[in-house]
C-alpha cells in the first residue's frame, strides 16, 4: 500500500544522510534565526486620530496561549489612542446544557457551544503618541511599548506553559512619568451565550456572571443551566515604585467547566503569584525553547519562512497533548464568531498534518485523545442496528463530545448515515494512523486505532451494495462535503476515504498486528471486488451520474490524490488522471477560497510541479492570510485550519514520500 513515511524532521534527514563517526551536531542561534520571524506592529496617533497601521481588530492582534488559556492584544476598537484590550478566553469552556432538558433543543451550537469569556482595557492617563509591539517567537511572549502624551506604558504578556505548577496568563506593566501609578485596569465579563442566540427566539440565556473575592483575588463566577459553572479569577501585584517609575503583574486563570470553578480558577492565581513573575517567566521559556529544538527548517524566501514558524509558535500556544483539541478558533474565541465548535468536514484534519513531519507529536496527541476519549458518542452517531461494531464522526459539525445532533447535514434520525457525509471518521483515522507511523508506538495502534478504525470500516460494510449482477461492490448516495450540486451513488470522497481505510486495516491485521481477525475475509473481499473511481473526460466526478460542474472550494472528489495518496505516481495514466481532474478543479475557480491553496500546493508537489506548489503558497499569503497569520472567512468566521495546512504543503515542498521511498 501507499504510506506516507515521511521523516520526521528535515534536519533529521540530513544528519541521517551523512555517515561519519564524528557526531553531526545542528547548531542554531535559535534566539536570532526565529527573531526574524517575529511579528512587528507599530502604530501612531495624531490630534486624537489613530494611524491606519493601528490594531483594532482581532486579525490584527498579537497572540499567547497554553494550549487552552489564550489572550489576543490589541487597541481598544472604541478608544483606540486611550487604551489597550486584552481579550482572554479557554479552548476548556463549552457550554454543557443536559440531553432532555427543557432548554435543550438537540443542536449543540444551542446546547453545547464553545463560550466567550470577556476582556481587560488597559486605560492610559494620556492619549497615545507612539506606539509598537512585538511577538517574540523564542521565548513565546509579547512585549510592547507605549508613548502616551504623559509618559510611558511597556508591557510583557505570555501565557504560562507550566501550566501543571499555575494554569495562568500574566501580564507584567512598567508605567513612567504621568503614567506611574495612573493606568486603569477594567475587567468586562462576556455573557456566556451561544453566538447563535439571536436565531433562535426560545433560547434560555445562562444566568449573570457573578463577582466575587476569593483570598483577595477577584473572581467571575458564571453558573450554567446544568449546575456547573466556569469562572475567571485575576489578582493584580503591585510591584511598588520608584523613581517615578511603577511596576505591576496582573495574574488571570479561566477554569474549564467544573463543579466549582470560582475555587479553581483562584487557586491557580494563588499558585501563579507563589511562583512569581520570573520563576514563571523561566519556566515558561525553558519549556518553548524545548519544544523548538525538536526539528529545524529553513526556507529560501524569509516570508514563507517566517509563516512556517509563526504556525509551529501558534500550534503549541493552540493545543498540547493534555489539553483540548485545536477546533476552529483554538484558544481565542472571536466574539460573534458562527463556528462556536468542531468541524468535521475538513477543518479539525488539516489542522494537524504539519506535527508529524515536524516531529511534534506531543503536540499532536490531542486529537487521537479526543478520538479515544469519545469512542462511545461516536458509537452512538451510527443507527442503532450497527452499533455493536460501527462508529462514525459527525456528519458536519459538533461539540467536544463528538456527537451528531440536528444541526447540519445530519443523517436520518439526526444520525450520520447515508444519505448525508459518512467519511469524516476515516478521514481523522488517517491522522491517527499518520501518528503512528511517525511514533511506531505499537500500543498506540493496537489499543486505539486499530478498534477505532475497524469500526469506521466496519460502518461501511453494512451498507455498501452488492447486488451481485456485476460483482461489483458500490456505495449507496452519500454526501460529497459541500458539493453545492447533486448526490449520487459512489461519491468518490466515500470511494477513497472505504478504500484507503479497508487496505490500512487489512495491513494493519495481517502485517503488523497479526491478528486472527474474523472479519478479515470480510474486508479483504470488499477491497477486491470496491468499484473503481467515477470519471469522465475530466477526470474525477462527484460520485458515479454527478461531473464535477459547479465551482466549489473543497476537494473531497479529490481524496486519492491528497491526503490519501493512493494515486501510483509510477503509473503514467493515473498520473494524467490526476492532473486533469486538479487542473479541472482549480480551473472553475469562482467559488475558491483560501483553504484550497494549500491543498492545491501539495497536489502540485505530488504531481511535480514545483513552481505551481510553491505559487499556491504566496497566492495565499497575498490575498487571504491576516496580518497576524490566522485566515477567516467572513468578517469573525474564524478558520483555524488554513494556516497550519499551509505549513504542511510548505514541508511537503521539501520532503514528500510515497511507496517507492522519500522526496527531497
Avoid at 100 to 110: P, Q
Avoid at 335 to 364: C, E, K, M
Wanted: charged share 15%; proline share 5%.
Amino acid at each position: 500500500m501507499a504510506a506516507f513515511l515521511r521523516c520526521v524532521s528535515i534536519s533529521a534527514l540530513c544528519l541521517a544522510a551523512v555517515r561519519t563517526e564524528t557526531p553531526v551536531k545542528l547548531d542554531i542561534d535559535w534566539e536570532s534565526f526565529l527573531s526574524r520571524a517575529d511579528l512587528v506592529w507599530g502604530w501612531s496617533s495624531q490630534a486624537g486620530q489613530a494611524s491606519s497601521t493601528t490594531p483594532k481588530l482581532w486579525y490584527h492582534s498579537s497572540f499567547v496561549g497554553n494550549g487552552a488559556l489564550g489572550m489576543m492584544i490589541r487597541c481598544n476598537p472604541s478608544n483606540p489612542t486611550k487604551s489597550l484590550y486584552f481579550s482572554v478566553s479557554s479552548s476548556a469552556v463549552w457550554d454543557d446544557r443536559q440531553p432532555g432538558a427543557k432548554y435543550t433543543r438537540n443542536n449543540f451550537v444551542l446546547d453545547r457551544p464553545r463560550l466567550p469569556s470577556g476582556h481587560f482595557l488597559l486605560t492610559f492617563s494620556g492619549d497615545t503618541r507612539k506606539a509598537s509591539m512585538r511577538l517574540h517567537l523564542w521565548d513565546a511572549e509579547v512585549t510592547g511599548t507605549v508613548n502616551t502624551t504623559q509618559g510611558t506604558v511597556m508591557f510583557r504578556a505570555f501565557a504560562n506553559s507550566r501550566y501543571d505548577i499555575a494554569d495562568s496568563m500574566l501580564i507584567e506593566l512598567n508605567a513612567t512619568g504621568g503614567e506611574a501609578g495612573k493606568t486603569v485596569w477594567e475587567w468586562v465579563p462576556a455573557p456566556a451565550d451561544s453566538t447563535w442566540a439571536t436565531r433562535d427566539k426560545t433560547y434560555v440565556h445562562n444566568p449573570p456572571p457573578e463577582q466575587s473575592v476569593i483570598n483577595g483575588i477577584n473572581v467571575t463566577t458564571q453558573r450554567h443551566l446544568s449546575g456547573n459553572s466556569h469562572a475567571l479569577a485575576f489578582r493584580i501585584e503591585d510591584l511598588g515604585s520608584q523613581n517615578g517609575t511603577s511596576w505591576s503583574v496582573m495574574h488571570i486563570s479561566i477554569s474549564p467547566v467544573v463543579k466549582d470553578g470560582a475555587t479553581l480558577a483562584a487557586k491557580n492565581v494563588m499558585q501563579s503569584m507563589q511562583t512569581g513573575l520570573n520563576g514563571l517567566a523561566a519556566l515558561h521559556r525553558d519549556w518553548w525553547h524545548q519544544y523548538y529544538s525538536v526539528s529545524f527548517l529553513t526556507f529560501n524566501d524569509t516570508r514563507i519562512e517566517s509563516f512556517y514558524w509563526i504556525q509551529m509558535y501558534k500550534l503549541a500556544s493552540g493545543t498540547r497533548s493534555d489539553r483540548i483539541v485545536y477546533d476552529l478558533m483554538g484558544p481565542w474565541f472571536i466574539d460573534g464568531t458562527g463556528w462556536p465548535d468542531l468541524h468535521w468536514d475538513l477543518n479539525v484534519q488539516l489542522t494537524y498534518y504539519p506535527l508529524f513531519t515536524s516531529n511534534r507529536l506531543s503536540i499532536a496527541e490531542s486529537l487521537h485523545k479526543l478520538l479515544d476519549n469519545n469512542l462511545e458518542h461516536l458509537i452512538e452517531n451510527v443507527p442503532q442496528q450497527y452499533r455493536n461494531d460501527s462508529a462514525a464522526a459527525p456528519s458536519g459539525a459538533s461539540s467536544l463530545e463528538c456527537l451528531e445532533t440536528c444541526y447540519w447535514n445530519y443523517g436520518p434520525d439526526c444520525l450520520t448515515a447515508p444519505p448525508t457525509v459518512v467519511g469524516n471518521l476515516l478521514w481523522t483515522c488517517q491522522l491517527y494512523w499518520l501518528h503512528y507511523r511517525y511514533s511506531l508506538n505499537t500500543s498506540l495502534l493496537s489499543d486505539g486505532l486499530y478498534p477505532l478504525l475497524s469500526r469506521a470500516v466496519n460502518f461501511y460494510t453494512h451498507f455498501q451494495v452488492d447486488n451481485g449482477s456485476d460483482h461489483v461492490i458500490h456505495l449507496p448516495i452519500t454526501f460529497s462535503p459541500e458539493y453545492p450540486g447533486p448526490k449520487g451513488p459512489d461519491t468518490n470522497y466515500d470511494l477513497a476515504l472505504y478504500r484507503w481505510g479497508l487496505k490500512t486495516i487489512v495491513h494493519i491485521a495481517k502485517d503488523l498486528l497479526h491478528k486472527n481477525e474474523p472479519r478479515l475475509s470480510v474486508w479483504e473481499d470488499s477491497l477486491a471486488r470496491l468499484t473503481d473511481y467515477p470519471v469522465d473526460q475530466n477526470g474525477y466526478m462527484i460520485a458515479r451520474g454527478v461531473p464535477f460542474a459547479i465551482s466549489h472550494r473543497h476537494f473531497s472528489h479529490l481524496f486519492m490524490v491528497w491526503p490519501l495518496n493512493l494515486v501510483d505516481w509510477s503509473n503514467k495514466s493515473e498520473v494524467n488522471l490526476a492532473e486533469k481532474s486538479v487542473d479541472h478543479w482549480i480551473g472553475m475557480g469562482s467559488s475558491l477560497t483560501g483553504f484550497c491553496r494549500p491543498a492545491v500546493s501539495v497536489m502540485s508537489s505530488l504531481m511535480g510541479r514545483r513552481h505551481s506548489a510553491f505559487s499556491n503558497i504566496t497566492f495565499l499569503l497575498d490575498k487571504y492570510i491576516l496580518p497576524n497569520t490566522f485566515y477567516h472567512e467572513g468578517e469573525n468566521g474564524e478558520c483555524g485550519e488554513t494556516p497550519p495546512m499551509a505549513a504542511s504543503a510548505i514541508q511537503d515542498m521539501m520532503l514528500l514520500s510515497s511507496k517507492d521511498g522519500l522526496w527531497v
